[in-house]
């Protein structure tokens, strides 16, 4: 009677497979089958595994396309014709040879459906040591898992086959996290186990690039999800807690910007506690409430909100609502989440508005007066630049029963016409002039770069090829007009890593030319004629200064009838005009704060606080722009100054006149 079936999943394992055997071949447990399943492997596996049958008839093969680890130990297990089972890993192996021997003997002599020892991992180039408590046992006993509650290192251990097809237990069809559940389910079934103190394995640990994709974090998600689900049900608290706190500290950066079934992975997992809509149009009567936030840019500005807010660290009483800054997750954040959790209380997230500084905040040579943010935006899911769901302000606008008063309208008027007769945007310390660029008398198309990789891009429904496409749209539909590309300002601020755009690299020929010196986003647009963007924030100022604006992603401000959009999103179904538009996004949906009097304020004081901090900013001295490999050209950029004491600049091509600006 064969005792154990030994099951290996193999998939590309060339590099550790004969180890992996060897150790396999050599137990002095002699009655046992080794079953190996070949997942779609593409290197010389294959022929690995068929040397080893044809010197050991203990070997099955089977081969099958790639599925995954959990699809072929299930394959195994419908073949496996042992007492016992015992799942490897092909780049794992056996600590000495007589671990099956030691395992099996255990699981009879103490009559157990499951018998396990302990484990040491090993990586590249080191020698083995001890994993953590729970892969560890400190004596030979038997062990009641609700005291266990240790869902990791299922390949420690033997299960009876019998008891594992009476109770249906296979492995999910997912490419990571697949054993954890599968453990667990099956160490709940049986109650109890019998531990072996002696060490039975060696843990390869491998750095593995693939696993940010989404579809291994997709199914990873999948996968913890189900523990949680089962712990909850089965009230197994410390296998919920163990989880729930790995997620929230050790996962946090993987789960970044992934969605399942229309949820975050956070809320997907945990249904964390937030404010309704309806609540976050009142968020004002939380301004008076107890309120923590990680520490980060912008708070000292936050507390002219929130009169009552601390930094979660250093936190001296229970909280009424949670904050977490932006869309990056880190240990402080996650933290928070865990709080909101635990405590029930509402977490909501916070970003820059859009009439924000002086600078960037990646220029980090000057005061922080002159970085910090007057306005902010509240969401209660995604950002508003996320069009892969449905976010707060997009709800917002797509009310049908919201309207604006004639008052309102003609507040909004008078706003938008002040903003472009002062040149006020997000980040107000460009030089504000008109620029002479190309041929005279010819129309001038804008295309706007952004950041490489920034958040706004792939959450818009764009990615590295929209903007090739965009590049190329503008200068197919106007083959006769001056084609000017403008750079992102981060590029330029002083002290930034964000330098990359995805124009860097492009070079100015025929009718197209690249325009990196700064300049006032309004200056430009009163300047051009029409404007091509992907996802960004100047194609809504372009909006409000009457231009004609192409969307080759999905910014918040496309789908509503103004803009000529390249996607369709099927969520936004009412038509606006541009003074509901602002008056949502603007008004409705940002709240101002005055740095100098230290309180809350309307849009009009913060446009008036923003223009002296700007002429405050002007006459103060500000670091050279250092130059930057990254969008350094092959010809030269030189200045010289004319007897007017106008600066005329040659920049690949374009003569820019920089007026006087009173």
Known sequence: MTKVSVIIPVYNAEKYLRECLNSVVKQTLNDIEIICIDDGSTDNSPQILKEYASKDDRFVIIEQQNQGAGAARNKGLEIARGEFVFFMDSDDFYYDKNVLKKLYNGAKDKEVMICGGSSVELRERKKTKPRKTGFRFGKNSVVDFNDYQFIYGYWRFIYNLKFLKENNLNFPNYRRF?????????????????????????????????????????????????????????????????LKNSILTDYSLRFQYIEIDEKDCFNYLFDIPTLSDEQLDNIN???????????????????????????????????????????????????????????????????DGFLRSADTSCNTKVNKKYTQGVSFT???????????????????????EFKITEDERIRVRKAINYIVENHLTKYNHQPIYTPSIGREGVSKILV???????????????????????????????????????????????????ALGYYSTLEPHDNIYVLREPINPISLLQYVDKVYVCTTQLGFEALLCGKEVHTFGMPFYAGWGLTIDKQKCKRRT?????EELFYIIY??????????????????????????????????PIPPVKEKKAISLTKKIFS????????IIMILGIKIKLKKTE
Not at 381 to 388: E, N, R
Not at 462 to 477: H, N, S, V, Y
Not at 606 to 617: K, Q
Not at 640 to 647: A, F, M
């Open 448 to 498: 706007v770069d952004q950041s490489y990789g920034d958040s706004s891009i792939s959450r818009g429904l764009a990615d590295d090829d929209t903007f090739k496409e965009m590049l190329d749209a503008a200068i197919k539909e106007n083959p006769n007009a001056d084609i000017i590309v403008k750079t992102h300002p981060d590029a330029l601020a002083p002290g930034s890593k964000r």
């Open 587 to 620: 008004i409705k949906n940002t709240h101002y704060v005055d740095p100098e009097n230290k309180c809350i304020c309307s849009i009009e004081r913060a446009m008036e606080y923003l223009i002296e901090l700007r002429d405050e900013y002007k006459n103060n």
């Open 178 to 242: 697949e054993d954890p559940i599968f453990f667990l389910k099956a160490m709940h079934k049986a109650q109890k186990f019998y531990a072996i103190k002696d060490t039975v394995y060696v843990y390869r640990i491998i750095p593995r690039a693939k696993e940010y994709l989404t579809p291994i974090i997709t199914d990873l998600v999948h996968g913890m999800k189900d523990v949680l689900d089962y712990a909850q049900q089965n009230k197994l608290d410390k296998v919920y807690e163990d």
């Open 285 to 351: 009567e939380y301004f008076d409430k107890n309120v923590l936030i990680a520490k980060v840019q912008g708070r000292e500005y936050l507390s002219y909100l929130f009169k009552n807010i601390e930094d979660y660290k250093s936190r001296t009483r229970q909280a009424d609502m949670l904050l977490i800054w932006g869309w990056k997750m880190y240990k402080g954040p996650s933290k928070i989440m865990k709080y909101a959790i635990d405590k029930n209380v509402p977490l909501v997230r916070v970003e």
């Open 378 to 400: 509240f969401t209660n899911d995604v950002f508003h630049f996320d069009a892969m769901q449905s976010s707060y302000m997009e709800r917002q606008i797509n009310n049908p």
């Open 640 to 647: 010289i100054t004319d007897q007017n004491n106008h600066k």
């Open 574 to 578: 009412v038509k606006r005009t541009l």
